[in-house]
């Protein structure tokens, strides 16, 4: 696997080194020893699997409150989306500053997004899935979320007509 770091402290994108041949090819998508090296913690607890029909649906911002903190490993198996992640973690060095990539299913990257951070998503493609791994189990008591478009993270979404759940659409700024 090939680490980028992100401007998010222990958020990574990942990318497959290909072992290729004639039939395709081969490649790790995580590895425990190398993964535990850069501090990332993914004890697959829980994963699910987001379909999503139209482009421009945006999903999020949405993390877990403690004690139910959550890593999550996310990778885009179908379509496009724009990934982002930002860091409410108020001891961190990189807090409130925010982190975007593209994945897709032709770029084959993944974004693991430590605990403590916000994440969310916004589909390029028609029909785009996502699929993720956390490290804790969905705890609807402890499920929080902040406004896609707070001023405080200053994300450039792509511009697209979003398709939103109004509960997403609501959520408050963040206030730390």
Not at 8 to 37: H, K, N, P, S
Request: net charge negative; with cysteine; charged share 25%.
């Amino acid at each position: 696997m090939i680490f980028t770091e992100t401007p998010v402290q222990g958020a990574f994108v990942m990318d497959l080194e290909l072992r290729e041949d004639e039939r395709g090819f081969f490649a790790r998508t995580w590895c425990e020893r190398e993964c535990g090296e850069r501090g990332m913690n993914l004890r697959v607890a829980q994963c699910n699997v987001s379909l999503n029909k139209k482009q421009g649906t945006l999903r999020g911002l949405h993390y877990q409150a403690a004690p139910f903190e959550e890593a999550k490993l996310v990778r885009c198996t179908h379509g496009a989306i724009y990934d982002v992640i930002v860091d409410l973690r108020p001891g961190s060095p990189s807090f409130l500053r925010h982190a975007a990539v593209v994945l897709s299913a032709g770029n084959r990257r993944m974004l693991y997004v430590p605990e403590g951070c916000a994440h969310g998503f916004q589909t390029l493609e028609d029909d785009s899935e996502v699929f993720y791994q956390m490290s804790e189990c969905y705890s609807a008591a402890h499920a929080r979320g902040v406004r896609w478009n707070d001023p405080s993270f200053a994300i450039e979404w792509p511009p697209a007509e979003r398709i939103m759940t109004d509960r997403d659409r609501t959520y408050p700024d963040f206030a730390p």
